[in-house]
């Protein structure tokens, strides 16, 4: 569960979340939990507030006297003290005042500088989606939050579905929301499911809608510049599913995709545990074949420096192991996969950040843009190789199909397969030189028209409507307000009515003429049956006539 943005400490610049995004400049910082756009006045009463406060804490600590007040001070005309008290904390407020304003400008610059180095993508590219996936608890819906936060600051789009069905509250706007479509509680009921297996529906039943939240994203293609992905915290429901992996592929075809696995810094610092999420992300990156970003969360708690260090150093991890006093014979199988995960640790994104605070969001956005780029230099060009020798190959079949039948024709032998002849190029062999096997003709068309069209589309920024409605509502229960049919939906019913209707009427002929069988069947089997006692009747009377003559006789 995600905590409120609400609850971060102040002063963190962070991002007009996008549902505001129209109403306020790219850039401008806000407070969680504040109004996005406060009146001046408010602005003018709140600093007067911090300043009176730092005045008091400044007192507190010895500093200063407060200044005499309306209730705290000396009434008893003895006005010197009080106006020679007054004067230090007007002396302190401003130096405090000065030196607050200077931190703040020093933020603000460090901030500034921080997001102009960010490697951004350029504004006609198309957007990058971001599987964000991770253990329960490891901070995902967090990030999510903080991201968008961060990528409106650094004047980026992103569009956001969240593909959680059972959290209860999300700190973000999700522009589409498996549970506007699909009540996970109400999947439990129909179908007598426990959590996890109501989890799993409730995706399934997105995924046959997934098509529909492609459309989605495609249409808002040229405004967005990143389609973030929040998944169940049942990691392996979205990561071991056939509707985990559709929606992965789904998004992979359409636009470039990598995964944000994120790790939980503090519950991974045994060297045992850091292994095994390490073995997860490998799972993943081999399962999905998507590039990936290890996002190191949550290290306002714990710092990652050790967990960065063991990657990047075998000889540290093995120390790790040696010093770890739980050693067990885990620690030896461990030592022997760390060995193994070396070479996917070698060109591994990994990122430090804290969701909570917002460190090392900058870097992620960096590390995102650089995945994208992978996705499409690597992944996407050798699909568009893969393509081109599955066709080459598919038109040497059909030539040597077509001499095959020339032979035949002519009655002549078919000729033999050339010796050497590659064989078809299938997709698992095209997943064998590190191709992603879903993707097909539309990614790399995709991808080509996107490059073709350079930078052509230009992104408008705007405010982002909900797309709650248009998914519609595939399990009973949750409706949302003003939901209505489509003219497709309403005519796709209609349609569905008419066939089921055809089909009973035919049904009903068909008993119809199934009961006139049996009549003519059982005429037929008395008109045997009356024949073959004829013909016995016959016999006998023949036989009783030749009796009788040979009696005579
Ligand atoms: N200190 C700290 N706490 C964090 C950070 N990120 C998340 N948390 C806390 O970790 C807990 C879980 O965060 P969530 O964002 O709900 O994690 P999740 O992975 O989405 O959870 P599930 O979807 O239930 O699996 C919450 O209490 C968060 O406040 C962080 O960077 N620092």
């Given at each position: 569960m995600a905590r409120s943005g609400a609850s971060r400490g102040p002063g963190i610049p962070i991002a007009v979340p996008h549902a505001v995004a129209g109403r306020r400049g790219a850039g401008e910082d806000y407070v969680p939990g504040q109004p996005a756009l406060a009146p001046q006045e408010d602005e003018a009463e709140a600093a007067e507030m911090i300043e009176g406060a730092l005045v008091r804490v400044s007192a507190r600590m010895g500093m200063v006297q407060p200044a005499a007040g309306p209730t705290g001070g000396d009434d008893d005309g003895e006005d010197e003290p009080a106006e020679a008290s007054g004067a230090g904390a007007d002396a302190t407020a401003e130096a405090v005042g000065r030196e607050a304003a200077a931190a703040a400008a020093d933020a603000a610059a460090a901030s500034a500088a921080s997001a102009a180095a960010v490697p951004l993508r350029p504004l006609s590219a198309p957007p990058v989606a971001c599987l964000v996936i991770g253990m329960a608890g490891s901070g995902k819906t967090t990030l999510m939050r903080a991201l968008s936060d961060r990528m409106g600051v650094l004047g980026q789009v992103p569009y956001i579905i969240n593909a959680d069905p059972a959290v209860a509250h999300v700190p973000y706007v999700a522009n589409i929301d498996i549970r506007d479509a699909v009540n996970y509680k109400e999947v439990m009921k129909q179908y007598g499911l426990g959590p996890n297996g109501a989890i799993l529906t409730a995706l399934n039943l997105f995924a046959t809608k997934f098509d529909q939240v492609l459309e989605l994203c495609k249409r808002r293609a040229d405004e967005v510049s990143h389609v973030l992905v929040d998944t169940p915290g049942q990691i392996e429901a979205f990561t071991w599913s056939a509707s985990g992996q559709i929606i992965t592929e789904s998004v992979a075809s359409e636009m470039p995709t990598c995964v944000?696995?994120?790790?939980?810094v503090p519950r991974s610092r045994s060297p045992t545990t850091f292994m095994s999420n390490m073995l997860y992300a490998c799972s993943i990156l081999y399962k999905t074949r998507l590039p990936i970003v290890v996002v190191l969360n949550k290290t306002d708690v714990a710092k990652a420096d050790d967990l960065v260090g063991w990657m990047r150093d075998f000889e540290l991890f093995q120390k790790a192991l040696d010093d770890d006093r739980d050693a067990t014979y885990a620690s030896t199988l461990t030592r022997s996969m760390s060995l193994a995960l070396d070479e996917f640790y070698a060109g591994l994104e990994v990122v430090p950040v804290s969701a909570a605070t917002g460190d090392g969001l900058d870097a992620l956005v960096g590390a995102i843009t650089r995945a994208a780029t992978e996705f499409e230099e690597g992944y996407a060009l050798e699909a568009k190789a893969s393509l081109a020798a599955r066709q080459e190959q598919a038109e040497k079949d059909r030539a040597a199909s077509l001499a095959r039948l020339q032979a035949d024709v002519e009655g002549r032998p078919a000729p033999e397969p050339a010796s050497g002849e590659a064989a078809p190029i299938g997709l698992s062999d095209a997943a064998g030189s590190g191709l992603r096997t879903s993707m097909g003709r539309e990614v790399v068309d995709a991808l080509e028209s996107v490059r073709e069209e350079g930078g052509a589309a230009a992104r408008t920024r705007g405010e982002l409507m909900?797309?709650?409605?248009?998914?519609?509502?595939?399990?009973?229960?949750r409706r949302m307000p003003g939901w209505e049919p489509s003219d497709d939906e309403v005519a796709a019913a209609q349609s569905a009515e008419a066939v089921a209707a055809m089909g009973a009427a035919e049904e009903e002929e068909d008993e119809e003429v199934e009961e006139g069988e049996e009549e003519a069947l059982q005429a037929v089997r008395e008109m045997a049956r009356a024949m073959r006692d004829k013909a016995a009747a016959d016999k006998a009377a023949a036989d009783k006539a030749a009796a009788d003559k040979a009696a005579e006789a």
């Open positions: 944000l696995f994120v790790l939980d909900r797309e709650a409605p248009a998914l519609g509502v595939f399990a009973n229960g």
